[in-house]
């Protein structure tokens, strides 16, 4: 099934702030995850395999146009089984090429629907993703993240629109 957000990307110097507002609002800390993100060649769209906590595997296909102001995301997720990571890493590799490797301490907060991701990505620095989850109706979609990117005052940080995989291979 094709599901749709909202989201923006900025680079951050600390998340002292950001956490600070989160918690006024009453948003929710999920936790902190270890991810790292196996990108492919792809001739549309970005595909990755997304293993996380050196446990959950995710092939996740996603396409967005590279703007920096909030642009909207098309993603599939497919949940793969522990059983066949391997074969699966390998397959890909051969199939499509690996194109670069994302490393990440993500800090996950909930917001109504809204994903606020505190990201230590290796080789990059700091940085805050918003992702306003589009269930049925864009617009409500559209209020909830503008609600979130203003109260956490975003408009002063650097925003990015290329994808951390882009950002990386830039500085290869």
Known sequence: MIMKNIE????????NDV???????GAKYKGELHQVDRYYNCRTGRLKLREIDKKNLELIFYSRPDKKSAKVSDY???EVPENLKQKTEKTFKKA????VIVKKDRK???????????DKV???GYFLELETLVKKNM???KEEYKEIFSFLDLDKYKKYKKSYS???????
């Open 96 to 99: 499509f090429g690996e194109k």
């Open 139 to 141: 617009k409500k979609s």
């Open 8 to 15: 923006v990307k900025v680079c951050i110097n600390s998340f």
């Open 19 to 25: 956490i600070h507002r989160l918690e006024k609002i």
């Open 166 to 172: 882009d950002m990386l291979l830039a500085k290869i």
């Open 76 to 78: 599939e997720i497919l």
């Open 108 to 118: 996950l907060w909930m917001y109504k629907n809204t994903r606020i991701h505190l």
């Open 122 to 124: 290796a080789k990059l």
